[in-house]
């Protein structure tokens, strides 16, 4: 008798068991023959450009040089909302490079999920077959807090019923394998209770545009900036304006931050390329702005860790710090050495303060940006009296560590003084562009000053340029 119902049991069991095993045959077989689009290069994205990774991944195996980046860029996104393209922006990016991405959205009714989402598959599996990708937005788990994120569909394995996908997020994220029922788990955006929206981008190439190399910064260099730029902002009480090339961050009201920005900012930006500079500065800078002394102490030491040793600005962390209620004298000034960085990089300490520091009290004159004279004048004056003042050519041919160690405020206003001796007679700019030509050969900028003043005999030149110094007034 135990044996007997032991005999029944166990062919229940066998039933049972082939019966699954039938099933699981028949589900992936309606899932579609096995399919992998090889040779897809896998890509790891940037921060929250998922999506854009994986539209560079294709179009790598397709043979084109467009990265993330051009992705992102071509998709007309505000780099200020920091954050990559949502479907929308992804969708619009991909039709302009030259993808058919079919229709993007599709819905499915909760009640009838599972049909509806082997409709879904169905028609992604079509388009594997014939070599065509997806992007997919998606949830990364269950969890109800799971974010959502694209990852790039290129495969199915009939034998394992399971889909074949790169993975953006991670390094060695190619070719992994997901079982179906996972992925089709995870694939509807459950946004309504009714009705789950499912999300396809197609990557049916159809004319693939060639993009341009990007010149300089580009809307995802600042979109990129901006993610990490947001974490460090206070919460409560700043206003950031994109003032390109640089950021602007305040704490005063927008409408303030935003009359710097324009105002001092665009304002010097555009004066010096008009007169120095042909390439604004390689990296972004953030230009942080305090209302006043109290905040300037406060947000220096929370935010940077510092304590400033000026009670006007300073340059630190890859950032111009200013005390704006000291004036914006100092904010020109490191302006002018973010951009001497990168079209000046050898300019020797002597010039690249002499220029920076003339133009802290400055305006506009005939177009062009003007350096008047201010509070460094009486010391130097005091200097000269008391024949004090470097020779020219030892002033040039300071290094960096004797001009900001070795009577630092004498050198800086001497430099700042003969910067302005050139302005009034109308040879600084060429002082400037003859040096820059030939600054192989002339290093130190000594001689190509000679010849700009035609001035064989610098002794008498300094004599005539201290009696001139002399003669000036402040304020």
Not at 94 to 105: D, Q, S
Not at 145 to 169: C, M, Q, T
Not at 430 to 448: A, H, I, L, S, V
């Amino acid at each position: 008798m135990k044996l007997e119902r032991w005999q029944c049991r166990a062919g229940v069991a066998v039933a049972a068991i082939a019966a699954l095993l039938a099933q699981r045959a028949l589900t992936a077989e309606a899932s579609g023959e096995s399919v992998v689009i090889e040779g897809v290069p896998h890509v790891r994205q940037k921060p929250d450009f998922c999506g854009e990774a994986c539209a560079e991944m294709f179009l790598r195996k397709l043979g084109k040089k467009i990265g993330q980046d051009d992705v992102f860029n071509r998709a007309g996104l505000d780099p200020m909302l920091a954050r990559g393209c949502y479907t929308a922006d992804l969708d619009r990016s991909l039709t302009t490079i030259g993808f058919k991405t079919g229709t993007v959205t599709g819905k499915v009714a909760a009640d009838k999920a599972e049909a509806g989402m082997e409709q879904q598959w169905a028609a992604l599996h079509a388009d594997l077959l014939k070599g065509v990708p997806s992007i997919v937005c998606m949830r990364t788990s269950d969890d109800s807090g799971a974010s959502e994120h694209f990852r790039l569909v290129l495969g199915y394995d009939s034998k394992n019923d399971e889909v074949i996908y790169h993975e953006p997020a991670e390094d060695g994220g190619a070719y992994r394998h997901m079982k179906r029922s996972e992925f089709l788990g995870l694939w509807p955006l459950k946004y309504s209770a009714k009705e789950w929206t499912v999300i396809r981008l197609r990557l049916e190439a159809d004319g693939i545009r060639d993009v341009a190399p990007a010149a300089g910064l580009t809307d995802a260099d600042y979109a990129q900036h901006m993610m990490q730029l947001r974490k460090k902002v206070p919460k409560e009480g700043f206003a950031i304006v994109l003032q390109r090339p640089f950021v602007v961050i305040g704490d005063e009201p927008p409408e303030m931050v935003k009359r710097h920005a324009e105002q001092t900012v665009k304002w010097a930006c555009d004066m010096l390329k008009r007169d120095y500079f042909a390439k604004d500065p390689a990296e972004i800078r953030d230009i942080w702005l305090f209302k006043d002394k109290a905040s300037y102490e406060k947000h220096t030491r929370e935010i940077f860790g510092d304590r400033p040793t000026t009670p006007f600005g300073y340059c630190s962390h890859d950032a111009l710090i200013m005390n704006i209620a000291t004036g914006g004298g100092t904010l020109v000034h490191e302006i002018v050495h973010a951009f001497m960085g990168s079209n000046f990089p050898d300019c020797p300490s002597w010039f690249n303060e002499g220029l920076a520091s003339l133009y802290e009290q400055c305006g506009e004159k005939d177009g062009h940006i003007s350096g008047y004279t201010n509070w460094r004048l009486a010391g130097l004056q005091k200097a000269l009296k008391d024949g004090k003042g470097p020779s020219f050519k030892s002033l040039t041919h300071t290094t960096t560590a004797e001009f900001y160690n070795e009577d630092s405020g004498t050198n800086y206003a001497q430099a700042r003084y003969l910067c302005y001796y050139l302005q009034e007679k109308g040879l600084l700019r060429k002082f400037y562009q003859d040096w820059t030509r030939n600054c192989r050969e002339d290093p130190t900028g000594y001689e190509t000053l000679k010849k700009v003043l035609d001035e064989k005999d610098m002794d008498a030149f300094q004599k005539k340029w201290e009696a001139f110094v002399l003669e000036l007034r402040f304020p």
